[in-house]
């Protein structure tokens, strides 16, 4: 089992920059960032494999970056260029299968969530 725990969101202006944390208590080769805002359904906004892979969706890439540190099982978000389209709860998920890692596949561990909120 592996339990997530996220920090680093707040409330920002629109064109700001903002990097959640997500600390794990194990490995897991394929991990994401995924959103959802009020009234919306959750997304998945970017994953990482174990090799170092990525994948986001079209609307945050050329802003966000996704990254983990191995030697401290931590995911990282870097959004920089926040847009008020962005405000949402930020979640950080893991899944310990191998095997393409894609936002689609089930992921069977969830953080609680952090709050982005971006004003204009």
């Known amino acids: 089992q592996v339990q997530l725990v996220e920090s680093g969101g707040g409330s920002v202006q629109a064109g700001g920059s903002l990097r959640l944390s997500c600390a794990a208590s194990g490995y897991a080769p394929c991990m994401g960032w995924f959103r959802q805002a009020p009234g919306k359904e959750r997304e998945g906004v970017a994953s990482i494999d174990r090799y170092g892979s990525t994948m986001y969706i079209v609307s945050v890439k050329g802003r966000f970056t996704i990254s983990k540190d191995n030697a401290k099982n931590t995911l990282y978000l870097q959004m920089n260029s926040l847009k008020p389209e962005d405000t949402a709860m930020y979640y950080c998920?893991?899944?310990?299968?191998?095997?393409?890692?894609?936002?689609?596949?089930?992921?069977?561990?969830w953080g609680q969530g952090t709050q982005v909120t971006v004003s204009s």
């Open positions: 998920a893991a899944d310990p299968r191998y095997g393409f890692c894609d936002m689609g596949r089930g992921f069977g561990y």
